[in-house]
Structures are given as structure tokens and as C-alpha cells.
């Protein structure tokens, strides 16, 4: 009888000492619950610069690991304490302009773009301890677009000829499933790593070259369409901070 006192003890004790494992200890609650909201982004430009502090070179790549979207916003929102559903989004917008001299005249090149991604999902969590592993997946769309103009012109300003070339919108369909685990190093802040693989279906639309010479007309040729379906090969790996409030 004793030594099942003396069991049943040692059980409970271990089970309050887990338990006390999930807070801090000022009484702050480790994992997340219903209720409460998530952002995480990709943590790489973390370990560089942590890996550059440490040893002086600049060199330091971090982990090759990236969101299958590059910079992708991912918020949470938790239903119950093991589910939670997510909005996936990035914009993102460049533009570029520069001159290069080319004998006696001048060559001026101009680019932009932008892509626009938006997804929703649903993500499950599994363990009882401050490393949770998660699962689920996300229905992504994506828009894209790029253009690029090059204008010859002569050393008083006059000018010779131009080619500005419009990649037509792309639009794209797809389907990621993830599967991953974090750590939560403090209260409601985890670090992890997760695996996605995706599905895809793209279509382009006509590209466009406009050309001009001197004082003639402009003149302009359609390119035709394009379309890609994506499956497999297409896994991506992250490690990305998570905070939760």
C-alpha cells in the first residue's frame, strides 16, 4: 500500500510540475487559447543578424528556409484552443529607373510590378507541452504583373527610339498543405519551422511589345497566353516567430 501512495505521489507531482510548465512565473499562460489572435513572419534576417553579431561577417547566410509567398502576412484567429483559422496576404510593389550612357546618346530603363496574394485557412495544433506540432491548409490567389520600357535619347534630349514590353495579368489558383511544430520560448511566443506543399494552377495573359522609331508611328505586337499547373517539387521549408495576444 505504501509503495502506491508513494506512486500515485510521484505521478501527481510530475503532472503539477508539467502542469506549472505552461506558465511563467508570474502566472502568464504559454500556449494559446480560444479566442486569441496570431501573426507570424519569417524569422531568416533574424538568424543572419544574430550570426553576423556573433562572429563579424557579413557573410552569414541564415537557414534556407521562405514562406511560399516571400514576405507573406499570416494571422490567426483561434476557435478552440487546438484550432484556429488563418488569413494569408502580401502586396507587394516595385519600380525601378535608371540611366546608362551609350556612346553619344543616352539609354533610359524603367520596370515595375506588383503581386498580390491573399489565402484563407485552417490550421489544428496537437500536444499538451510548450512544443506544438500543427497541420492544415490554405486556398490561395494570386495576381501579378510586370512591365519594362527602354528610351533612347540623344546627348540634347531628342529622341531616337523606345520598347516598352507588358507581361499581361497573371492570375493564379492554388491549394498549400503545411505541417510543422513550435517551441514556445515565452509566454504566447513561439519559434518553429513548418513544410508547405502546394498545388497550382497559373494562367498569364497576352504580353505586349510597343515599339517606336524617331517620328514613325508606334507599333505593337501581342505575345500569346500562357497557362501552368504545379504539383509537386514545390515544398517550400520556414522558420518563423509567432506572437500571440
Known sequence: MKKVLLTAAAVLSLTFVNAQDLKSKKGEAYLPVAGD?????????????AGNAFNGNTNNSAPSVDFVTNNAFVGKKFITDKMAYRVVA??????????????ANMTENKSSGFDL????????????????????????VNVSSRSTES???TSTGTFVSSTENKSGLGLGLGVQGFLGAEYFIFPK?????QYTYRVGFEVQGKSETTTKFGTAAATTVEGGTS???????????????????
Open 37 to 49: 489572435w496570431a501573426v507570424s513572419f519569417n524569422a531568416d534576417g533574424i538568424f543572419e543578424y
Open 90 to 103: 502580401n502586396l507587394g510593389f516595385g519600380a525601378s529607373n535608371d540611366k546608362i550612357p551609350a556612346g
Open 117 to 140: 496574394t491573399a489565402g484563407l485557412g485552417k490550421e489544428w495544433r496537437k500536444g499538451s507541452t510548450r512544443l506544438q506540432g500543427f497541420y492544415g491548409a490554405d486556398a490561395l
Open 151 to 153: 528610351t533612347v535619347t
Open 189 to 193: 511566443f513561439a519559434i518553429g519551422a
Open 227 to 245: 497557362s501552368d499547373f504545379g504539383f509537386g517539387n514545390v515544398g517550400i521549408t520556414s522558420i518563423n516567430l509567432t506572437l500571440h495576444f
